[in-house]
């Protein structure tokens, strides 16, 4: 998600610390973790790339939009092949 974040972003970054600020992580939240994309908070200006101009900067938005369908396919497939099980204490 972060490699295609950075690829497909629409803006020319002049200083290149704007793709170079995108990041992926997952937190080990709820009861399969939550994944983030974020810019780098130390910069001040990715928030005009994500919400100026009804978004045509944006990334964040557009790599859910692409990625969101992908991942739950993924993670039905295991579940389907039982390779992944959910249960109250999370998956296993």
């Known amino acids: 998600m972060e490699a295609w974040a950075k690829e497909n972003a ?22 399969i973790g939550t994944i983030i994309l974020q810019h780098d908070p130390n910069l001040d200006y990715p928030i005009w790339l994500e919400l100026a101009y009804q978004g045509k900067w944006a990334i964040l938005t557009p790599a859910r939009d692409f990625w969101g369908p992908i991942i739950r396919r993924s993670m039905q497939n295991l579940v389907n092949l039982k390779l992944a099980t959910f249960g109250e204490e999370g998956p296993r």
């Open 10 to 31: 629409p803006w020319t970054d002049r200083t290149g610390d704007a793709r170079r600020g995108l990041k992926a992580t997952v937190e080990p939240t709820g009861p």
